[in-house]
DNA sequence: GTCTATATCTGGATAGAC
DNA sequence: GTCTATCCAGATATAGAC
């Protein structure tokens, strides 16, 4: 009408982002996707031939703005501890403000993997080499680098596809869930500021035998 | 035949179990059960109701073998350091001998909510008691209790419901995963040990031989 | 208990008028 | 571009003979 109302494609994609999210890929309904945008289930199959296509559409929209952003994090630094540091924080910020994503990428992990293979992401690469350069150099206490990436993915992505779950186990409230969402950069980060400073040399302490 | 076979409900409830770990509860087709069972489609319906009695049926199953194996190691310890290492090994050797739990998990915290409210898990509330407890007597460093679980949770059962994932991101092969698998208790104990022993008060060694 | 055949239902996709 | 009506495949579930 007059309102500024956000045009049909754009409406679809938003109502079949919440779609998905609430409920998967498998379990997303079309004509609940029609439904949120208050549209006729036909459209979405004008505007987007599939379902399929529909949710490669999405996925291919987000993964293209989230992965360049994290990765931009990734540029050379001096010092491994504080890069990643600097990584988790907006690793964690992304996925705030996208708490779908984990569980998209578990469902293109499953169901969709090709979707994978087209969006670069050798990142997690990066990433390993650079901490092996920085074992190397004695910057970091020596470590197993993809042990050490499957930690970090771990720690920032359980809540976000777990919520549930944990809301249930530790019997928590949305908002106490929320609260511990927020505050879970600075938990990781303590975790890896732990586990990388390498232990002073010249110290009376036995190195872990 | 005169083979000792397992009669036709476990074979069932095993082909069942296989299927709904590879394809997920939605995927998982009663055809393809009855395939891997070799019998008819008929006879799922005939010893279970429905896909979904099926389903949870099995996880009743599990879970009540999993949870109260895993509630057993938390049997109370002087120290609340190796304690913990006890449970990390428990847990993770449940889960490598039990690798779809993690993914009937999530499916169960989506899909089939009441059927986790039937199987009492109140072991990560006890953990968490637990924890609070050592802080307190200065056992352990001060800490965010539910953080720590949510870490601990995170890191465990990171590799098993994100194989694909990882395997992608790291480009490893199937043989280098296992590996990864096999070894992540000792990495994840280690992140244990560091996180909670105490600094040092003033004194030459810290309390762990 | 086990099968074959079939009913039923759901949900993605298409045809065709407007 | 948008709708109504319909098709059709795939999947669960049941009927009924043996």
């Given at each position: 009408m007059s309102e500024i109302e956000p045009d049909t494609k754009s409406r679809i994609l938003a109502a079949a982002e919440a779609e998905f999210l609430a409920n998967g890929y498998d379990r997303a309904r079309m004509q609940a996707i029609a439904d949120r945008a208050q549209i006729n289930k036909a459209m979405l199959h004008y505007h987007f031939r599939s379902k399929d296509e529909l949710f490669a559409q999405i996925f291919r929209n987000k993964a293209g703005v989230f992965f360049p952003k994290v990765e931009a994090s990734?540029?050379?630094?001096?010092?491994f501890i504080p890069f990643t540091c600097v990584f988790i924080d907006t690793y964690m910020a992304h996925l705030m403000a996208n708490p779908f994503l984990p569980s998209y990428l578990l469902q293109v992990s499953v169901n969709h993997l090709e979707l994978l293979e087209q969006v670069a992401i050798d990142f997690p690469r990066k990433f390993v080499r650079a901490f092996e350069a920085a074992c190397q150099s004695g910057?970091?206490?020596?470590?197993d680098a993809r042990q050490f990436v499957v930690s970090i993915i771990g720690m920032c992505v359980m809540p976000f596809i777990g919520r549930n779950l944990i809301k249930g186990f530790l019997a928590l409230e949305d908002s106490q869930f929320d609260e511990l969402i927020s505050s879970r950069a600075e938990e990781i980060k303590r975790y890896v500021v732990l586990l990388l400073t390498p232990e002073p040399k010249e110290s009376k302490e036995p190195s872990r035998a």
């Open positions: 990734l540029r050379e630094q001096p010092d910057q970091v206490r020596p470590h």
